[in-house]
């Protein structure tokens, strides 16, 4: 175990933004947060190249289920390197859980997913977002669509909607290249069976499937997300509100099939990531 100052994070001095971090839009006003130093207080590999990490940020606020933080670190010589990273825990937990994909040109995703050992310190910034976010008083039913590590702010709605008992319908259609890069599997899996119907899950594998998987491999298109997802309107209630995250490409061809089957724009609430620089 060790244990960084927050303005001491070891990463390379000064260099240059690489142009593959994955930033999710969206910072907040100046001034109406601010950083604080949060120690790493357990962290568990996810995929061969992303890892978990559970942080305690004494003052950081209550956060809400899609919401996104900042990470800052810094280096001896003052150089700085900031990236946005979405919150994966439950709303309102009194911890915060990120889950990092590994960039190799990046500046910050190397330390978080490599390097970062359980007592370590860095600075974070938040929450950020009001309009990709799920409440527990929303009792509609609820598509989800996540592409690759798009999953991690789906996943706290998620989360949150079995903490709270919700019987709000939740249907997850998740995009991956393969099951070995797929993110929380066997939670998901546990939670769909607890959910007593309330979660159903669905996943679409893009080059390489288990055996016996029910869908072809391939990119979501517009058919699959008909086949797949909640329909856009029914006899039994409103509407669903649809959240999408994932690559900036993935998000643009799932939000314009669902308008496409007939979703209204206005229930169709996006949030995407890609290359910075």
Same mark, same amino acid.
């Given at each position: 175990?060790?244990?960084?100052d927050?303005? @001491?994070?070891? /990463?390379p001095? &000064?260099?240059?933004?690489? $142009?593959s971090? %994955?930033?999710i839009a969206?910072? %907040? ?12 207080? !357990?962290?568990r ?5 992303? &890892? ?5 940020a004494?003052?950081?606020? %209550?956060?809400?289920a899609g ?5 800052r670190?810094t280096a001896p010589?003052g150089?700085?390197? @900031?990236?946005s990273?979405?919150i994966? !825990?439950p709303?309102?937990a009194? @911890?915060?859980?990120?889950?990092v994909?590994l #960039?190799? #040109?990046g500046?910050v !995703?190397?330390?978080l997913v490599?390097?970062v050992?359980?007592?370590d #310190?860095?600075?974070?910034r938040g929450?950020?977002? @009001?309009w990709?976010?799920?409440r ?8 989800l669509?996540?592409?690759?590590? $798009?999953?991690v702010?789906? #996943?706290?709605m998620?989360?949150t909607?079995a903490? /709270?008992g919700?019987?709000a ?5 998740y995009s991956? &290249?393969s099951?070995?890069?797929e993110f929380?599997?066997?939670?998901l899996?546990?939670?769909?069976r607890s959910?007593a119907?309330?979660l159903v899950v669905?996943?679409i ?8 998987? +029910? ?8 058919a /699959?997300i008909?086949q797949? !997802?909640?329909? +856009?309107?029914s006899a039994?209630? +409103?509407? %669903?509100t649809?959240?999408?995250?994932? +690559?900036t ?5 799932v939000?314009?099939?669902l ?6 724009p ?8 890609g290359?910075? $620089?």
């Amino acid at each position: 175990m060790s244990t960084a100052d927050p303005t @001491q994070a070891p /990463i390379p001095p &000064r260099v240059p933004p690489q $142009g593959s971090e %994955p930033a999710i839009a969206g910072a %907040p006003p100046a001034g109406s947060i601010r950083w604080l130093p949060a120690t790493v207080v !357990s962290a568990r590999m996810e995929t061969a190249g992303s &890892r978990t990490l559970h942080l305690s940020a004494p003052g950081f606020l %209550p956060t809400v289920a899609g919401q996104h933080l900042d990470v800052r670190l810094t280096a001896p010589d003052g150089y700085t390197a @900031q990236r946005s990273y979405s919150i994966g !825990s439950p709303a309102a937990a009194g @911890q915060l859980e990120l889950t990092v994909d590994l #960039m190799a #040109m990046g500046e910050v !995703s190397p330390y978080l997913v490599e390097a970062v050992e359980v007592g370590d #310190m860095f600075e974070v910034r938040g929450p950020i977002g @009001q309009w990709f976010v799920w409440r527990p008083e929303q009792t509609g039913s609820v598509q989800l669509i996540a592409g690759g590590s $798009g999953i991690v702010p789906i #996943m706290a709605m998620i989360r949150t909607h079995a903490q /709270i008992g919700s019987a709000a319908t939740f249907r997850l259609l998740y995009s991956v &290249r393969s099951p070995d890069v797929e993110f929380y599997r066997d939670e998901l899996d546990a939670l769909e069976r607890s959910s007593a119907g309330a979660l159903v899950v669905e996943r679409i594998y893009t080059r390489t499937a288990p055996l016996g998987h +029910p869908h072809r491999v391939g990119r979501i298109d517009q058919a /699959i997300i008909q086949q797949l !997802s909640l329909p +856009p309107s029914s006899a039994d209630g +409103p509407a %669903p509100t649809v959240y999408v995250c994932g +690559p900036t490409p993935f998000v643009e061809v799932v939000a314009n099939a669902l308008v496409g089957i007939g979703h209204a724009p206005e229930n169709v609430r996006t949030e995407r990531f890609g290359p910075t $620089g």
